[in-house]
């Protein structure tokens, strides 16, 4: 429950990375993926609202060896603004015609990459 959202844009992010970012199909997909991860993250916070933090050791380490993934209201909360802030970036870009040139092949994959990382 807690890799969820971390796991849908990043899983995601890796396979838009081989699809063509000018193409209006992936701004879609990218759209949905954003969408799917705001999903989680709303679940998310309503788990934490009720049991209070959530914390794991990612693979079953030992306290203090492994990566401790922790959430938290603040957490959740910061972590639901940027994916909305990037979901209407997205939304915007799609709507408004996907704009082509050399630098936009990564644009999909580089905005889900960045939800990953908050």
Do not use: K, N
């Not at 959202?5 to 838009?16: D, R, V």
């Not at 991860?37 to 492994?66: F, N, Y």
């Not at 993934?69 to 603040?74: E, M, V």
């Not at 408004?96 to 994959?109: D, H, I, K, L, M």
């Amino acid at each position: 429950m807690l890799v969820l959202p971390l796991g849908i844009s990043c899983f995601l992010a890796f396979g838009l990375a081989f699809l063509d970012g000018r193409r209006r199909s992936v701004g879609w997909l990218s759209v949905g993926a954003l969408a799917s991860t705001l999903g989680a993250l709303i679940w998310l916070a309503a788990v934490v609202l009720g049991q209070g933090p959530l914390e794991m050791v990612a693979g079953g380490w030992p306290p203090g060896v492994g990566i401790t993934l922790r959430a938290d209201s603040l957490g959740t909360l910061f972590a639901m603004l940027s994916t909305v802030v990037l979901l209407a970036a997205t939304l915007h870009e799609v709507l408004g015609g996907v704009r082509t040139g050399p630098s936009r092949r990564w644009f999909y994959s580089w905005r889900l990459a960045s939800t990953g990382s908050s």
